[in-house]
T-cell receptor
Framework: GNSVTQMEGPVTLSEEAFLTINCTYT??????LFWYVQYPGEGLQLLLK?????DKGSNKGFEATYRKETTSFHLEKGSVQVSDSAVYFC????????????FGSGTQLTVLP | DAGITQSPRHKVTETGTPVTLRCHQT?????MYWYRQDPGHGLRLIHY???????DKGEVSDGYSVSRSKTEDFLLTLESATSSQTSVYFC???????????FGNGTRLTVT
């Protein structure tokens, strides 16, 4: 079956530091890949997505590139802000069934001023 | 923001009692989902719906039932709550399978 593995948290960074959150996946076929973000007390929000190999998703300064050869979709940001403190979830979708949307366990990010 | 309202936002109940959580959407999306979020497990699908009166099980459906009598409402029922069902429950919607999900703000359920 499909699976998503994220780097363990929590991650604590100083403001303006570089961020990488690793995500690797196992899937049959050619899934779409997503990063969702969850702020305290809220539901998940789509941050970015990529639907095929070598696609780069980007939003709000965050980027992730769909790497089929390494089955990875690492999230990066060049300069984090305190407001980026949240939990980040990597996810994949086969698209064929609602059951085929698989989430990673989430990575808590805290950015200190 | 997608118009998704979950109610109640918080609930404390006793073991063995029935509990119903409600999800209401104003987006007219076809697909609706119930997930539970637990530390270390990410989100796990409980049930989903692909239309009025059309529902199916997810990976953790035991002990839960759902109903969708109108496009905009999707109810999750715990027939007899257990402590293992203490969790945060999220409703989500999507236009199509494989489309990004839009989530509600969650219901924190505590079963004592």
């Amino acid at each position: 079956g499909n699976s998503v593995t994220q780097m363990e948290g929590p991650v604590t960074l100083s403001e303006e530091a570089f961020l990488t959150i690793n995500c690797t996946y196992t899937a049959t076929g050619y899934p779409s890949l997503f990063w969702y973000v969850q702020y305290p007390g809220e539901g998940l929000q789509l941050l970015l997505k990529a639907t095929k190999a070598d696609d780069k998703g980007s939003n709000k300064g965050f980027e992730a590139t769909y790497r089929k050869e390494t089955t990875s979709f690492h999230l990066e940001k060049g300069s984090v802000q305190v407001s980026d403190s949240a939990v980040y979830f990597c996810a994949l979708s086969d698209g064929g069934s609602a059951r085929q949307l698989t989430f990673g366990s989430g990575t808590q990010l805290t950015v200190l001023p | 923001d997608a118009g998704i309202t979950q109610s109640p936002r918080h609930k404390v109940t006793e073991t063995g009692t029935p509990v119903t959580l409600r999800c209401h959407q104003t987006e007219n999306h076809r697909y609706m989902y119930w997930y539970r979020q637990d530390p270390g497990h990410g989100l796990r699908l409980i049930h989903y719906s692909y239309g009025v009166k059309d529902t199916d099980k997810g990976e953790v459906s035991d002990g839960y039932s759902v109903s969708r009598s109108k496009t905009e409402d999707f109810l999750l029922t715990l027939e007899s709550a257990t402590s293992s069902q203490t969790s945060v429950y999220f409703c989500a919607i999507s236009e199509e399978l494989g489309s990004p999900l839009h989530f509600g703000n969650g219901t924190r359920l505590t079963v004592t």
